[in-house]
């Protein structure tokens, strides 16, 4: 069977990097990885030198900027001539925190939601039509627990991430007839460098971002929040990246996935905990119960 052809992006370092790396060093050989990033001038050598012999053999790695429309059209045009397909495309490139979003430049919404957002809109625009052609098609799209259970702190990234899941449940129901299927991963906490610093306390993320706050009663009212009970933040569990990795190759390999993913139990319960009440008012009272 020829392997299948995956397209990632942002794989510089944290999750699609380990995606990348563990998909590509398959020892059955099922996947064809291009590894993209930004900044190939800065970015590439760490993920060059951990590859070692897969490196252009089942791990490639391009420039890709999901902002710039002119480097994925050349990326997605030359993968398409060199494997005449692309099987999967795993949308991982984002950003989190941004300024206080009453204080902050109003630019940073924008910013956000450039990369969260409307990148992961360019690159599926970019596959689909491939995939349709073949019929067959798989699209990942990196979302988080920020994209239905919304905290009041990095309120542009909770923002982008929402506008990600209704991009990707309006698209899913036509594409399915096409036989690609959508797919939305929603991880809490993942422990990668970025968020080494913190440890395993996933709460002092939030905790680090609300002490920008300008106003002192606000900065207040929204530490505690985000201190009194940590599993209605992000959730208590901390994840790596390589068991995100896994469940990418769970999705990819299997002929049916599911639509959500919720990679954690505290995840879980937090989605039940919102979608049983259609009122909104569990979890509202549950950030105002302290």
Partial sequence: MASQVI?????AQGIGKEAALFLARDPQCRFK????????????????????????????IRELDVTKQETIDKTVKEIVNNEGQIDVLVNNAGVAFAPWWET???????????????GCVRMTRAVVPHMKEKRSGKILQISSVSGFHAAPISIQYHA???????????????????????????PGYVATKMTL?????????????????????????VTDMLTSDPEIVIGNE????????????????????????????????????????????????????Q
Wanted: charged share 25%.
């Fill in 104 to 118: 902050g430049s109003i630019q940073s919404f924008y910013d956000i939601m450039e990369i969260n957002y409307f």
């Fill in 197 to 221: 610093p913190y440890g395993d306390n996933p709460s002092a993320l939030y905790t680090k971002a609300a002490r920008t706050i300008p106003g002192e009663e606000e900065r207040k009212i």
């Fill in 33 to 60: 990885v291009y590894a993209t990033m930004r900044n190939m001038a800065t970015r590439q050598e760490e993920l060059k030198t951990e590859a070692g012999n897969i490196l252009n053999d089942t791990l490639f």
């Fill in 238 to 289: 901390t994840q790596g990246p390589e068991e995100l990795a896994r469940l990418f190759q769970d999705i990819i390999l299997s002929p049916n996935p599911d639509f959500r993913y919720q990679t954690s139990q505290t995840i879980k319960r937090l989605a039940r905990e919102k979608f049983v009440d259609p009122t909104g008012n569990t979890i509202m009272n549950a950030w105002l119960k």
């Fill in 160 to 186: 982008s991430k929402f506008a990600l899941e209704g991009f990707s449940e309006s698209i899913a129901p036509p594409l399915r007839k096409f036989n690609i299927w959508v797919s939305v991963i929603e």
């Fill in 7 to 11: 397209l990632i992006t942002g794989c």
